[in-house]
């Protein structure tokens, strides 16, 4: 079955950087595009950035544009998302999700069980 393991969340400083990692299995990889989603204490899920199978085409959303990069290796069934001058408003369960298609903006069907990043001094 499709499983999707986070990890690299923790504690950060403003203007710090984590790396997420996302583990893969259980489907093929490289066969699909791959998508970031966050969740705020009290908020609505937001999604964060996509990349397609191939890691040629990427987006992001405005709130992390510049800040962000969304990148994954597929021999190593794995997706990352760099964070890069953090914010106190990145904070949040940050979720990995395999996506329905190749290409980006199909949605997602599968989603991991998130790991937390906080962003404070």
């Known amino acids: 079955q499709v499983q999707l393991v986070e990890s690299g969340g923790g504690l950060a400083q403003p203007g710090g950087s984590l790396r997420l990692s996302c583990a893969a299995s259980g489907f093929t990889f490289s066969s699909y595009a791959m998508s970031w989603a966050r969740q705020a204490p009290g908020k609505g899920l937001e999604w964060v950035s996509d990349i397609t199978s191939d890691g040629s085409e990427t987006l992001y959303a405005d709130s992390v544009k510049g800040r962000f990069t969304i990148s994954r290796d597929n021999a190593k069934n794995t997706l990352y998302l760099q964070m890069k001058s953090l914010k106190p408003e990145d904070t949040a369960l940050y979720y990995c999700?395999?996506?329905?298609?190749?290409?980006?903006?199909?949605?997602?069907?599968?989603w991991g069980q998130g790991t937390q990043v906080t962003v404070s001094s």
């Open positions: 999700a395999k996506d329905r298609d190749s290409w980006v903006g199909g949605g997602s069907d599968y």
